[in-house]
């Protein structure tokens, strides 16, 4: 066999243009880089493989709801319950049975690149989506527990594709029309569940970098409202804004650093 240049060898990988065959043959070439770029591909292969196992076993939730004949299923998940500021989103999601993303898992441990790029590709094949917001205000009312139950509610709601059963993450709702099953982890069994993890994650942060513009010096951007080191540090200077907590312990003990602020919204 003729050795090519190792320099076409490494465009090859890149585009994903190597077969099999062609490794077969390339595992007799002793040069180095050559060696180096086999180590690259066999590692590739192994993490498609781990990926690909992973996201079976994400499906098995699914499948068993499809043998007892459930048609439409519906993921729920939630971001935003611990934060100071801002609301708690909800999304739900029904994926085609043919729906396919390896990597797909809780939007906690994706980075946002990945996270944007998983939220088109969901929207784009889901059969239906569904967003619930509920905000601040409503939060400080009736408490981030029910709100967090309110925005499910509503993202369910907001599904153009009724469901025939439900899988929602750690919580359970009463009230529903269809069978449905509180799944502990569930952004990290179910590949419905990752999926609106992921919708509600990307809606709610996206929300936060527009409150950002608003209010910059509490870093928004960044912390999404949850109470960092600089977030804190500004609280007690600047006091709260229209889209805190207020009944959340942390903001109301920086709130009483700053004389004369009342928990009230501004």
């Known amino acids: 066999m003729k050795k090519q240049p190792i320099s076409k060898l490494q465009s090859l990988f890149r585009q994903g243009l190597i077969t099999e065959e062609l490794v077969s043959e ?9 060696q180096n770029l086999i180590k690259g591909y066999e590692k590739q292969k192994r993490k498609e493989m781990e990926l690909e196992v992973k996201y079976n076993e994400m499906c098995q939730i699914e499948n068993r ?39 797909l898992n809780d939007s906690k441990q994706l980075n946002e690149v990945t996270r944007e790029k998983y ?46 059963h439900v899988l929602i993450d750690a919580v359970n709702l009463k009230n ?57 540090e500004k609280l007690k200077e600047f006091g709260a804004t229209p889209f805190h907590r207020y009944t959340f312990g942390p903001v109301r003990n920086a709130l009483n650093v700053k004389e004369g602020v009342t928990a009230e919204y501004k």
């Open 26 to 34: 390339l595992r007799l070439d002793e040069r180095k880089g050559v």
């Open 65 to 103: 709801a499809r043998s007892l004949g459930k048609q439409y299923i519906a993921g729920v998940d939630e971001a935003g319950r611990g934060p100071l500021a801002g609301p708690v989103v909800a999304a739900a999601v029904i994926l085609p049975l043919d729906f396919k993303l390896l990597g």
């Open 119 to 164: 939220y088109k590709i969901i929207i784009e094949k889901a059969i239906s989506y569904g967003v619930g917001i509920v905000d601040n205000r409503k939060i400080d009312e009736i408490n981030i527990f029910e709100a967090t139950k309110l925005a499910m509610t509503e993202a369910i709601k907001n599904l153009h594709v009724s469901p025939d």
């Open 176 to 232: 529903l029309t269809y069978t449905y099953e509180s799944i502990i982890k569930g952004d990290a069994k179910s590949v419905s569940i990752a999926a609106a993890s992921i919708i509600a994650k990307v809606t709610r942060d996206r929300i936060m970098k527009e409150i950002h513009r608003e209010y910059p010096e509490y870093d928004f951007a960044s912390n999404m409202g949850y109470g960092t080191k600089i977030h804190m």
